[in-house]
């Protein structure tokens, strides 16, 4: 699934305006630096049951956090990011999307003292999809 969501993003003219190929999953590689750039995260992942068994749908609840110099960027990114990924229907990459829906936000202000200068906007989403 992280494979065909990476490929929806880059293929998307707003994503690679904002952030290029940024796109990471889990953290920042060690090494890269950037000031504007997307992370993606599985936070959960639970299969649909049903009274037959497992129906073959998985629900995932991602975290994804767009990092940016200035607040409205980084809204930006994440927005841009949530938008793919909620518009997300059909086969893509070998994975059938169901659907994608938003379930918060948060947005984090640069901590100098741990030496972030960087802005995040946090988002949590529902992706339903099977293989």
């Not at 890269?32 to 998985?58: C, K, M, W």
Request: net charge neutral; no cysteine.
């Amino acid at each position: 699934m992280e494979e065909a969501i990476t490929a929806l993003l880059l293929a998307d003219a707003r994503v690679r305006h904002l952030i290029s190929d940024r796109i990471h999953w889990g953290r920042l590689p060690q090494g890269a630096s950037s000031t504007a750039y997307g992370i993606l995260q599985v936070v959960s992942s639970q299969p649909d049951i049903t009274n037959s068994g497992r129906s073959g749908l998985e629900r995932v609840r991602l975290q994804v956090d767009g990092y940016a110099k200035s607040a409205l960027l980084a809204r930006n990114i994440a927005d841009a990011i949530t938008s793919v990924i909620e518009g997300a229907r059909g086969e893509r990459s070998g994975i059938m999307f169901k659907g994608g829906f938003i379930e918060d936000r948060r947005d984090f202000q640069p901590d100098g003292a741990a030496g972030n200068q960087l802005y995040r906007r946090s988002t949590d989403i529902f992706v339903w999809y099977s293989n």
